[in-house]
């Protein structure tokens, strides 16, 4: 029974371990789209 308890929390502990760094990830591309959108919109206001 306590050997099933570790597992679970193992486990548990592996998946949010896994959706911490997704969220990074999401957040750098998220970072990336933005610079990329406003330097665009940057570049157009100051083009004649």
Known sequence: MSTFKAESKNSNLTICLRVIRNAWHFYYALILV???VCSGFC???LTP
Do not use: E, Q, Y
Request: no cysteine.
């Open 34 to 36: 933005i610079k990329v």
């Open 43 to 45: 570049i157009a206001l």
